[in-house]
């Protein structure tokens, strides 16, 4: 059997898997949902006996791994790239050999299951993305690519959701457009901001990697226990912070940031350093296999107005400098009367949501001046409503679209 006819064997594997799993769908409600899917299958059938025992899952070990190791290396961008996903989904010998294959966005610069969104970007080119904004629903999309398609078969990565409250306002992120519950698998975190939406916190839903981590006050659960299984993650992590300068004197400029990444060592960025790597999700969603439901026109599922808990990192005198980010000083154009910065073409439109972020260095510090000088994230407008989004190491792409995500709350206070 040639490599093609193997590929589209797959292929065919796949639409069948999906056709069992989403009976009495209509077919141009199934064909949409596929467009709109995440980096995941929709549905994984890998508890099936009869799929572990098959003709697939009894091939040599050598000729597998050959098998899985080609695909992955003629398929390196989507959604040509859904083709390494579905040889995850045909058994769990299948699984194995896939995740021993596919490496991080850091080793080879590609997306491909969804822990990869919380995973390290490359350290050289970045990963590029854009940031779709619907004003009636508001609802924001985080999709893989330079720009939006005609079609709109663009490749979904996260979506969150905005939601004021009297004190605050929340933005929750999820793997899917249209089920931002906290009880659900799809919930990977929020971000929360004050109410002069000057101080942003990030919370991930799952515990940092090789971290210790305490209650705040005031701690409560993400959600009851009874309502949802037991091996959800209970809780809210408190990762990083986001702060804005206050404009007291309501000069005319760019807005001034800071973040400060808790589980981000400052020692990422030095040489030889590492960034904390997750390797999986909770326990749910690895025996799901990544499987979360798609786009099925309803409408989008909510959490209850009720306050989130929170857990954050323990602070000792033996724990690492965290990593500081500041926004990078524009300068005035006299010509245009503006303050500019250099995008390299992915931004085209003027607004004072547009930054660049590069580490804030002190002179102490073992830092490299390409390292000092390095944008680990630049953000900027395009068109209407459409943002652009490029994240280098050591931001993950679920850090990086939570600092993006405040730049789209109200400040009067700073502008």
């Keep these: 059997m040639s490599f093609k006819s193997i590929v589209r064997e797959l292929k065919e594997m796949r639409d069948g898997i999906g056709s069992k799993s989403r009976r009495g769908v209509e077919a141009g409600k199934h064909w949409h949902s596929r467009k709109q899917t995440h980096i995941a299958p929709d549905q994984a ?17 050598e000729l597998l791994l050959d098998i899985v190791r080609r695909v992955e290396e003629s398929e390196t961008s989507w959604p040509a790239r859904a083709v390494v996903v579905f040889c995850a989904s045909v058994c769990r010998t299948w699984r194995e050999v ?53 079609d709109g078969s663009d490749k979904l990565l996260l979506a969150a959701r905005k939601i004021r ?25 929020k971000l929360r901001s004050n109410f002069l939406g000057t101080k942003f916190t990030i919370y991930d ?6 971290m210790t981590i305490q209650p705040t006050g005031g701690m409560s659960r993400r959600f009851h226990s009874k ?8 809780y809210n992590y408190r990762i990083g912070s986001i702060s804005y300068e206050l404009n007291v004197l309501r000069t005319r400029g760019p807005r001034r940031m800071n973040c400060i990444m808790d589980t981000i060592p400052f020692s990422s960025i030095e040489e030889g350093g590492a960034a904390p790597t997750p390797t999986s999700f909770a326990q749910s969603f690895d025996e799901q296999f990544f499987s979360f439901t798609s786009l099925k026109g309803k409408e989008p599922i909510t959490y209850s107005s009720s306050p989130s808990p929170s857990l954050s990192l323990a602070s000792t005198p033996g ?24 995008f390299r073409g992915r931004v085209t439109v003027a607004s004072v949501k547009n930054f660049q972020l590069v580490a804030a260095v002190e002179p102490s ?37 939570a600092i993006c995500l405040s730049s789209f709350d109200t400040k009067p206070a700073c502008e």
């Design 98 to 150: 896939t995740k021993e294959i596919v490496q991080t966005p850091e080793q080879c610069g590609r997306l491909t299951f969804p822990i990869s969104l919380k995973q390290p970007g490359p350290r050289e080119s970045p990963i590029q993305c854009f940031i779709r904004r619907d004003r009636g629903t508001s609802t924001y999309h985080l999709c893989f690519g330079l720009v939006p398609s005609e």
């Design 205 to 210: 839903s799952q515990p940092p990697c090789d």
């Design 365 to 401: 510090h073992n830092v490299p001046l390409a390292e000092q000088e390095k944008v680990i994230l630049q953000f900027g407008k395009i068109g209407k409503d459409i943002f652009t989004m490029d994240y280098h190491y050591p931001l993950s792409a679920f850090q990086a679209f």
């Design 45 to 61: 059938l890998l508890s099936s006996d009869s799929s572990q025992h098959s003709l697939w899952a009894n091939l040599p070990p």
């Design 165 to 189: 409250r009297a004190t605050c306002t929340d933005f929750v992120i999820s793997l899917a457009a249209n089920d931002f519950s906290r009880a659900s698998n799809s919930y990977v975190g």
């Design 319 to 342: 724990s690492p400098q965290p990593l500081a980010l500041k926004n990078k000083a524009p300068r005035w154009h006299e010509q245009l009367q503006c303050w500019c910065l250099n």
């Design 227 to 234: 309502q949802v299984s037991p091996r959800l993650p209970a």
